[in-house]
C-alpha cells in the first residue's frame, strides 16, 4: 500500500514530528468515542441532556462532562429553555464549528459500512434530501480529481510567516 | 443550525436508538486518539515500530497495544524483515481497510486547520500530486451536488432482509 508523499522539507521523516498536527489538536477536543457520538446525535436532532444521555448510552456524569467540554470548546452552544411550571435549564445547539465536523463522522459511517457492519452497507442509508441521491465523503482536489493516498502530498504551509518556523525540525 | 433530516421509521426520535451504528463500530476499533495518529504515521510512511513510538510520542507499551489492535481488526498487517546480523523483526503495513479510513483523518485534519491551528489555514499543506492543487474532504451526493447538514436525510437501509428488523425499534 502506498503512502502520503512527503514533500520539501518534510521529506526526511526522521527530521521532523508532527507536533502541532491539526489532526491530534482536533483528537484534544473530539478523541473519545463519547464526544464523537455526543456529536453524532447533535446531527441527528437532539439538544436536550436527557436526550444526550439516553441516545448515547452514556451515564448523567459522562454526558454532563462532554456537554460541558464541547460547548468549551465551540462546537455546541448553550441556550436556556423553560417548560411551563419548571426552573430554566439548559438546552444544546450546533454552532457552525460543530456543525463543520459532519465530514469527520460521515466518513466513519463510510468507513464503518463498509468494513465493519453487520449487513451490507450498513444498517442506514445517508441521501441528499434535495435528489434522493446517496452521500458519500471524497477526498478530491480543487481541480476536482478524486485522490487516494498515493495520490497526496503533503508540505509545510506557504502561509508560515517566519522562514526559522519553516525548516524541516519545526515543522507541524 | 439545522440538522439531518430523520426519515421513515426514523423520523421519531424516541422510538430508536443508533445501537449498531457504524460510527460507533468505527470507534471501537480506532475512538483512541494514539490509534488515530497512529494510523497517521502510517499514512506518513511509517513501517517500524520504533517510528511509531517516536512519531506519536507514545510510550513502548501503549505503541504495541495500538499496533497489535490495528493489526487484529485488519487495518495493518504486520510483515517478517530482518536487518543483517539481527533477529527477524515484524514491520507493520497498511491494508486497503486501514487506507480507506483516510477521508477520516483529512476531515478531522481540515476541521482542526480551520478552527483549532496556530496560524490559518494550519501547519501543512495537503496537495494532489499529480496537478498540484489542494485537496479538500467534501460531502456530496451521487448527482454531485455538495450537501451540508440540512441537506442530509437517513433512513433505515433498504438492504435490510427481515421486515422485522426494519421496523423503527430496530433501527441501527
Known sequence: MESITLQGGL??????????????????????????LTMREAYYGAHRFE???RRVEITEAVAATRLRELTAAGLLSR??????????RHEYHL?????DLLPALLA?????????AEQPGGPLNVTHVGCGEPVTVDVRCAAGHEVDLGGLGVQVSRTRKTPASASPRAAR
Open 108 to 116: 466513519l459511517m463510510q468507513w464503518g459500512d463498509r468494513y465493519l
Open 11 to 36: 521529506s526526511d521523516r526522521d527530521t521532523w514530528r508532527a507536533t502541532s498536527c491539526s489532526i491530534a489538536k482536533a483528537l484534544e477536543v473530539v478523541g473519545t468515542r463519547s464526544a464523537m
Open 51 to 53: 436526550e444526550f444521555v
Open 79 to 88: 441556550v436556556p429553555y423553560q417548560d411551563p411550571g419548571q426552573r430554566t
Open 95 to 99: 454552532t457552525q464549528m460543530g456543525a
